[in-house]
């Protein structure tokens, strides 16, 4: 099965950038999607086909994905993009869904 | 504004069936896909298996054997049903909407329900 493996922690100081990265065997070839999930709630999409935002989602929030690796930009941080993030893509091989393992961000 | 809402059991005994509806409201369940998530405390995010307006289904390879997800589209509702439950079962389900990826093959979720936590236990 498809694996996608993420940095457990990232940590980052206000206004500063947070990058989270997304690894997987030739990502670039697949679409990723990313979802923020604050404590107690159900996860956010932030940002879906590598690069789009949805409606809603500030600016500060990017994507790219090339290679072996997938990455979300948080530009600016705030204290309120302390979450938990996750990568999401599909695997056309086992034609099944996959999520990373996550990654902490926390705003020093 | 589509929303969904997740109910049933919190507490299922082990062996048993773990029983979840989804009901969708501020849209139509036509012409999507549909698809259950579960998250086991502290740990991160499993996708269960997804299912169209229509009724076709695809489901985690690792559940298969135990999944079936259902709709009935007169009540804008799907179900999830997970059998032979353990503890290991016991996390908090989502349901979610699915949308297909226009940029690339792939779907992505787009609504998600607030959750249920599912707790395995005799």
């Known amino acids: 099965s498809y694996v996608l493996t993420q940095p457990p922690s990232v940590s980052v100081a206000p206004g500063q950038t947070a990058r989270i990265t997304c690894g997987g065997n030739?990502?670039?070839?697949?679409?990723v999607h990313w979802y923020q999930q604050k404590p107690g709630q159900a996860p956010v999409l932030v940002v879906y086909?590598?690069?789009d935002r949805p409606s809603g989602i500030p600016e500060r929030f990017s994507g790219s994905n090339s290679g072996n690796t997938a990455t979300l930009t948080i530009s600016r941080v705030e204290a309120g993009d302390e979450a938990d993030y996750y990568c999401?893509?599909?695997?056309?091989?086992?034609?099944?869904?996959?999520f990373g393992t996550g990654t902490k961000v926390t705003v020093l | 504004q589509v929303q969904l809402q997740e109910s049933g059991p919190g507490l299922v005994k082990p062996s048993e069936t773990l029983s979840l509806t989804c009901t969708v409201s501020?849209?139509?369940?036509?012409?999507?896909?549909w698809s259950w998530i579960r998250q086991p405390p502290g740990k991160g995010l499993e996708w269960i298996g997804y299912?169209?307006?229509?009724?076709?289904?695809n489901y985690n390879p690792s559940l298969k054997s135990r999944v079936t997800i259902s709709v009935d589209t007169s009540k804008n509702q799907f179900s999830l049903k997970l059998s032979s439950v353990t503890a290991a079962d016991t996390a908090v389900y989502y349901c979610?909407?699915?949308?297909?990826?226009?940029?690339?093959?792939?779907?992505?979720?787009?609504?998600w329900g607030q959750g249920t936590l599912v707790t395995v236990s005799s």
């Open positions: 299912i169209y307006y229509s009724g076709s289904t």
């Open positions: 030739n990502i670039g070839s697949k679409s």
């Open positions: 999401q893509v599909w695997d056309s091989s086992s034609d099944a869904l996959v």
């Open positions: 979610a909407r699915v949308t297909p990826s226009i940029a690339a093959a792939g779907y992505y979720f787009d609504y």
């Open positions: 086909d590598d690069s």
């Open positions: 501020g849209g139509s369940i036509s012409s999507y896909y």
